[in-house]
């Protein structure tokens, strides 16, 4: 059975682990009212979704 032979030091598992941090999700700018949003989905602020009105928007 495969066991370590020495006890991984905490610098040496962080280093490991310094590249599993969840990146950032893309944003991208609607381009009926300028809000940043999500791409490919409904934006939030306005209802708009590739050049057309989809949600009714309450302000």
């Not at 682990?17 to 009926?32: L, S, T």
Request: overall charge positive.
């Amino acid at each position: 059975m495969a066991v370590p032979k020495r006890k991984v030091s905490k610098a040496r598992k962080r280093m490991r682990r310094a590249h599993d941090a969840i990146p950032e999700p893309p944003k991208a700018i609607c381009d009926n009212c300028g809000e940043i949003k999500r791409p490919h989905h409904v934006c939030p602020a306005c209802g708009f979704y590739n050049g057309r009105k989809i949600v009714d928007v309450k302000e």
